[in-house]
């Protein structure tokens, strides 16, 4: 357990290194956390600093993801050596969730960050990079339906999780149970966003409704 518990905390603590803050001390001390809609995720950054700066954050916040669950669970640390008894599987499943628990909650920031999207994308990237491809797709067309990109987040992790459900084998049930984890945090994470598209304020994205109707 002492393995599991150290490189938990080392993938929460890579998790809390937020990219809009780096980006933001890059750029002079900017926080967009105090700015459009208080997140501090791709998509504010992307529409109170621009496309540069919000690429920056995603990439970090991505990456954190990979690192999270790619690099750590393979970490060869002396205090903390290798438990024959814990499933690698789950060890990394559990970083990968803690990378994601330290993006929404920085122990860095006040425990004031994103919805986890972005560095929830970096995770998947390890565990089911052939997953990836069906996630975009889904949050591109509701985007371009709907015009909304919380819930356009929230649709497509949900449509993994189902996915997965029916297409369930023994050894893919770790990724179903972490990815419908996930789907139920991410849409807790948007409920503010559930929110505003019920009370009509939510931000839309018209410019990429192709099927919205002209005049």
């Not at 997140?39 to 700066?53: D, H, K, M, S």
């Not at 015009?147 to 987040?153: D, E, H, I, N, R």
């Not at 029916?166 to 849409?187: D, G, K, R």
Request: net charge positive.
């Amino acid at each position: 357990m002492l393995e599991l518990g150290v490189k938990f905390l080392i993938s929460y603590f890579i998790g809390s290194l937020m990219g809009s803050m780096i980006m933001g001390r890059l750029r002079g001390g900017v926080d967009i956390r105090t700015m459009g809609s208080g997140n501090a995720g791709g998509t504010n950054a992307l529409r109170t600093q621009g496309v540069v700066f919000a690429l920056g954050v995603v990439i970090i916040d991505i990456g954190k993801g990979v690192i999270g669950a790619g690099v750590i669970p393979e970490l060869n640390i002396p205090f903390a050596p290798e438990d024959p008894m814990l499933s690698r599987t789950w060890l990394t499943i559990c970083c990968a969730t803690a990378a994601v628990l330290g993006h929404v909650w920085p122990i860095y920031h006040g425990f004031q960050g994103g919805k986890g999207a972005g560095t929830y994308i970096g995770t998947l990237i390890i565990l089911g990079p052939k997953l990836i491809i069906g996630v975009l797709f889904v949050w591109a067309w509701v985007l371009v339906v709907f015009g909304f990109v919380g819930l356009a987040t929230m649709s497509a992790a949900t449509a993994l999780s189902i996915y997965l459900g029916f297409t369930l084998e023994l050894e893919s049930q770790p990724l179903f149970i972490y990815t419908t984890v996930m789907a139920m945090l991410i849409i807790f994470w948007h409920r503010s966003n559930i929110q505003r598209m019920r009370d009509g304020t939510e931000h839309r994205n018209t410019g990429l409704m192709i099927f919205r109707r002209k005049g």
